[in-house]
């Protein structure tokens, strides 16, 4: 990697919905609602593509650490800190609904340099700097993107369509329940529990 062998991971997707009522759907245990399953799944999708160097199966067993803030039953605060054995580093994680993201949402640290994603949200990044230790000049690439929502989402389903393919190599059933089942035991060890569980 540019910024040689990566130690930690610092990223974090909040957005400061505390003026929303109790009774909107973020806030509604009944319909899934909290920090984690809306804003936290991005910080830790990201940390395992950027970390793990594996998806799905072929992903090594990960350590989970994990603290969280509820409020009448649902996450309003998580931080998780997940141990990837694979490149023996640490994705420090969290998402809150009680503040805001900083620009410079997400921080690689390495032992030659950091690289930093900026943007209006970790699902939108629009920068990434890199900065290395033996060098005064930061590196910085900028990007668009050319709408809002999934369209990155809604563009790989349609390329494995076409390809005739089931699931994406990048995102394959598999992956996705591995994030699905560490975001169950942080609800778990957060005591978050759903009606539908």
Not at 36 to 61: H, P
Not at 133 to 148: I, L, M, Q
Request: proline share 4%; with cysteine.
């Amino acid at each position: 990697m540019v910024i040689g062998k990566v130690s930690r991971m610092f990223c974090d997707f909040s957005c400061d919905m505390s003026a929303l009522p109790s009774t909107s759907r973020i806030k509604d245990r009944n319909l899934g609602g909290g920090a984690l399953l809306d804003l936290g799944i991005y910080s830790l999708t990201l940390s395992n593509l950027i970390l793990d160097g594996q998806v799905g199966e072929k992903a090594l067993q990960s350590e989970i650490s994990s603290r969280m803030t509820v409020v009448d039953g649902v996450d309003h605060s998580v931080a998780i800190v997940v141990s990837y054995p694979s490149k023996q580093c640490l994705g420090i994680l969290t998402a809150s609904l009680e503040s805001t993201t900083e620009r410079e949402f997400c921080r690689i640290e390495g032992s030659k340099g950091v690289i930093v994603l900026s943007g209006p949200m970790a699902a939108k990044p629009t920068s990434i700097r890199i900065q290395r230790y033996n060098s005064s000049a930061d590196e910085v690439r900028k990007f668009e993107h050319p709408g809002n929502g999934f369209y990155f989402e809604a563009n790989s389903v349609a390329s494995c369509i076409l390809a005739g393919k089931l699931e994406s190599n990048v995102m394959p059933l598999a992956e996705t329940r591995r994030i699905a089942a560490v975001m169950d035991e942080v609800r778990k060890v957060g005591g978050v529990v759903y009606p539908q569980d």
